[in-house]
């Protein structure tokens, strides 16, 4: 069985901390892929990042950096010098083999970042 | 560059009603797939279509029907609108294989009254 678990459901920061929302997964493939996506109050969903199993590479983009851990099934996300524009939902998605590479989303983090 | 466009983005029903949410994508992606978010749920696999003319269930089909109308479009259909389906929907689309993420519209806010 595949599923992705947010543990975090609300964080709120002062604008200029540093942030990691954590995502925690379960999978039995050997090769999968994982995702992080932004939701803004807007509403829409924007891909953060993609990173494949064999990749245990770290990524920075910006402010922005990506843990990811096989040995812990951990794909962590850091926002670094928070700003109130990071305010969002964040999701962590697991791509499903078994499912025409559907995605397992977690529950989401709401982050709130205040001035 | 439209990308994936959903309509209507607004719909309020009464229960019992019927309508259908159209997704339509211009990227020429074989899969597409229809998600519902509902509060502190994350985004649930509702149908995808893998490639134009097959159609299978996710995680939460009951209720609904969808189409593959051709390479571009995958629609979904609510037969007999219930309150338990008032959600946002999404429609997504992304090459074969999974390899690529996923492109997602802007979302149908759906009212089951």
């Known amino acids: 069985a595949q599923k992705v678990t947010q543990a975090q459901t609300e964080i709120s920061v002062v604008e200029k901390e540093d942030v990691t929302l954590d995502c925690v997964y379960e999978?039995?493939?050997?090769?999968?892929?994982l995702f992080w996506y932004k939701q803004p109050p807007s509403g829409e969903l924007v891909f953060l990042i993609r990173r494949n199993s064999f990749d245990e590479q770290n990524e920075i983009s910006g402010r922005y950096s990506w843990n990811f851990q096989k040995s812990t099934s951990s794909f962590n996300f850091t926002i670094t010098a928070s700003q109130v524009v990071d305010s969002a939902v964040y999701f962590c998605a697991l791509m499903n083999s078994n499912s025409g590479y559907a995605l397992n989303f977690g529950k989401g983090t709401s982050l709130l970042v205040t001035p | 560059n439209a990308g994936v466009t959903q309509t209507p983005k607004f719909q309020v029903l009464k229960t019992g009603q019927s309508m259908t949410l159209q997704c339509a994508q211009d990227m020429n992606h074989n899969s597409m797939y229809w998600y519902r978010q509902d509060p502190g749920m994350g985004l649930r696999l509702i149908y995808y279509s893998a490639s134009e003319g097959t159609t299978d269930k996710g995680e939460v089909p009951n209720g609904y029907n969808v189409s593959r109308l051709n390479k571009r479009e995958f629609s979904l259909r609510l037969e007999s609108a219930a309150p338990s389906q008032t959600s946002v929907y999404f429609c997504?689309?992304?090459?074969?294989?999974?390899?690529?993420?996923?492109?997602f519209g802007d979302g149908t806010r759906l009212s089951i009254l």
């Open positions: 999978t039995r493939d050997t090769t999968y892929y």
């Open positions: 997504a689309s992304s090459e074969v294989g999974g390899r690529q993420p996923q492109h």
